[in-house]
């Protein structure tokens, strides 16, 4: 089931199976997808990185990230792109950015307990309903049906993976994270990134220390690799445009970035890829 509004609004509802499974793997500008395995394990394969998903797990990706199915039984799929619901306009509702969608260079998942399993049931069956509807109400009542789907995924997500760090500093990592997502082509520096959060570069490393994150550097380059990653197995550019594209100004030093990364360079990465 997709909606469609009068200006460019999407929101996609689909029931996929092996048959249908290419929804999966399209790329649609600005979209977002929320995918929830209801079938006993699903396999994908994103950014050439294997995921097996359990029961009820769900995971959420951006249109940047290059998906394939290896085995897809039952899986729920939940689409929408920036003028339906732009999550950055909307942060202060939700709270997802940085947690569910454009945290740097992880895919989260989590999974639906048994105890909150009957919320997410019922709001899969309301969001079937408003689909079908076709009244004035209708994109009102969608936005608010994905509203609270993301609210109750947030919490799910900050509950299981231990984020307990007061409000202050938890937005302080989302907004690094967001931000690295939106910049990394071109900020490659931590002091880059102290300035946009008006802090400076010690402050912020010491920050993240402090509360035992991963330290800014290591996402500004995690993100920078996933990126070369991408476009070496996905695309037919040179190594040299490559190099560009993701932020280098010289091919020597991104060379040598990548195979520190790597361990191999980005041309032997590309053919370990395609098997030559």
């Known amino acids: 089931m997709r909606f469609n509004g009068s200006t460019d609004e999407f929101l996609l509802l689909d029931e996929v199976s092996s048959h249908n499974c290419q929804v999966l793997t399209e790329r649609i500008e600005s979209s977002l ?3 929830w395995n209801t079938s006993d394990k699903a396999t994908l394969i994103i950014d050439k990185v ?10 959420f990706l951006t249109e940047f990230h290059h998906v394939e199915t290896k085995k897809v039984d039952e899986i729920r799929l939940v689409r929408f792109n920036r003028p339906f619901y732009c999550i950055k ?3 202060s509702e939700v709270g997802c950015r940085g947690i569910l969608f454009f945290g740097a260079s992880t895919v989260p998942v989590i999974n639906i ?4 399993l009957e919320k997410f049931e019922t709001l899969w069956k309301m969001f079937e309903i408003e ?3 076709k009244d004035k109400l209708q994109i009102e009542m969608l936005q608010m049906m994905l509203k609270r ?8 997500s900050k509950e299981q993976n231990e984020i307990s760090l007061d409000t202050e500093t938890h937005d302080m990592i989302r907004d690094f994270n967001f931000l690295v997502e939106t910049h990394f082509k071109t ?3 931590v002091a880059e990134y102290a300035d946009l959060l008006f802090k400076s570069p010690k402050t912020l490393s010491n920050f993240f220390a402090k509360h035992k994150q991963r330290s800014p550097l290591a996402t500004i380059q995690e993100r920078v690799l996933l990126e070369a990653r991408r476009l070496l197995a996905y695309t ?13 100004d010289s091919i020597q030093t991104f060379s040598r970035f990548f195979k520190k990364k790597e361990g191999v360079s980005a041309k032997e990465y590309r053919k370990q890829l395609l098997g030559t």
């Open 187 to 189: 900020k490659h520096s």
């Open 33 to 35: 997808s929320i995918i």
């Open 236 to 248: 037919d550019m040179p190594v040299k445009e490559v190099a560009y594209e993701v932020g280098f």
């Open 50 to 59: 294997e995921y097996v998903l359990e029961k009820n797990q769900l995971i």
């Open 113 to 116: 307990p048994e105890e909150e």
């Open 131 to 133: 689909m079908q509807s």
């Open 89 to 91: 306009d909307h942060d």
């Open 149 to 156: 789907f993301i609210i109750l995924c947030t919490r799910l």
